[in-house]
């Protein structure tokens, strides 16, 4: 049992938005007002917090990075500490955790590439999306260069990840060179040689998952020609509901329709936008890619699409597959490979967890609690809904991990030097808040001079050495 005369203590496994809203949330709940209050730990891969954040949303962007505004508060609190550069299943496991928290939730997010099997995916040219937002958001796991000698391109997908795939592609080196791009970012995207950019989906205007923002901003470049074809502007029945049900949605197939009537300008690069293809393979030459086959499809009134049996080749020297993101599993939990989540219930973690191997599924008629272990954000629900969706995950997980906190067994060590002694016991180099502030001054200092608002730092020991306190 829980003791009740001290704070309630909690790890989170990852610090991107869906772990910090779950902080917040339980900062906020009644438990943290009527009892002796909460006391949590983030744990973070990375030696920086921020998560999707930092390594996720393209760099020109900085309106979606503003909700770092609103995650620094929640980190400022002193009832949270963040612990950086901890890798769970190497650093520290689900056994070390529960000896120093009386609960876990994992918020450890989504930044695999979902698979699309098709002939000619593994053709040098053919990419992940991830990947390549890894690379231009300045990732340390990731390599430091990115092939980019295609001339045309295509992109495989019709959500804002395609979308900011296509643009940074469409983007000229020198409009990004504002931004928080390292140089080695910069020095690639200056030597990109694409001049055209296809977007593809298999599914009509109606069925696009961009939000009309960020779809609206692909015409802001002075750079980019922004081109859909009117014969695939079409909408059934299906699709006039979707229409009608959504303002958003409308607001998309307005925009697209727009461009579809208007004359086509000279901006010197060409981004299409093309509905009503479906990928079926990615044609290849001595190993490399050298077209796409799309099959061409049509609606069938419910806004769903058929295949026509009318295929097209395009020309085009690589491919980015942006069809989803997929969760990798977590040591000692449940893991769900089709759906990329870990099962449970409104947050509580389900199905065997001790001696579990990694990445099976459980039966699904064992629906057991795992006690005291909980899932935010997308590795609870997968990967969709924008990043303030996982508000209503954290809050939905906090309710329920404070209901059952009477009943959890309670941490043997619940001390806050355990944790650290024990880290510091394995000469592991984590990070603090008190070293984000230092890394994130060091990086406005190099934007400085350039009157840029920061150059990300992209090597991890360099990010360690930043992050260190100053020893003067």
Known sequence: MTDQTRPLRVAIVGA??????????????????????????????????FGLIRY????????????????????????????????????????????????????????????????GIDLDGSYGAADFVSWYDGHPDVPRTWPLEAEKVAVLGVGNVALDVARVLAKTGDELLPTEIPANVYEGLKANKALEVH??????????????????????????????????????????????????????????????????????????????????????????????????????????????????????????????????????????????????????VVGPADGHSAGSTPDPSSTTPVPATYVTGWIKRGPVGLIGHTKGDANETVANLLEDAPSFTGATEPDLDAVTSFL???????????????????????GEPEGRERVKVVEREDMLKASEPDKA
Not at 296 to 325: F, I
């Open 16 to 49: 991107g938005p869906a772990g910090i809203y779950a902080a917040d949330a339980l900062m906020k709940s009644d438990h943290n007002v009527s009892g002796p209050g909460v006391s949590i730990d983030l744990f973070e891969r990375m030696p920086a917090p």
């Open 56 to 119: 996720g949303v393209a760099p020109d962007h900085p309106r979606i990075k503003g909700i770092i505004t609103a995650l620094h508060k929640v980190l400022d609190k002193p009832q949270v500490r963040l612990l950086g550069n901890i890798d769970y299943g190497t650093d520290i496991d689900l056994d070390d955790l529960r000896r120093f928290y009386d609960a876990v939730i994992f918020s450890t997010g989504a930044n695999a590439d979902r698979a699309l099997n098709i002939p």
């Open 199 to 348: 977007v593809f989906g298999r599914r009509g205007p109606a069925q696009a998952k961009f939000t009309p923002l960020e779809l609206r901003e692909l015409d802001h470049s002075p750079n980019i020609e922004v081109i859909v074809a009117p014969e695939d502007i079409d909408y059934d029945e299906g699709s006039e509901q979707a229409r009608r049900n959504s303002k958003q949605v409308d607001m998309v197939a307005n925009t697209l329709q727009d461009w579809a009537i208007r004359d086509v300008g000279s901006r010197p690069h060409k981004l299409f936008l093309h509905f009503f293809e479906s990928p079926t393979e990615i044609l290849g030459e001595n190993g490399k890619v050298v077209g796409l086959r799309t099959e061409r499809t049509e609606l069938d009134g419910t806004g769903n699409v058929r295949g026509t049996g009318t295929y097209n080749d395009w020309d085009v020297q690589a491919v980015y597959r942006a069809v989803g993101y997929l969760s990798q599993n977590i040591s000692a939990l449940p893991f769900d490979e089709q759906a990329g989540t870990i099962p449970n219930e409104a947050g509580r």
């Open 424 to 446: 510091e016991g394995k000469q592991v180099p984590f990070t603090t808040w008190d070293g984000w502030y230092r890394l994130d001054a060091h990086e406005r200092s190099l």
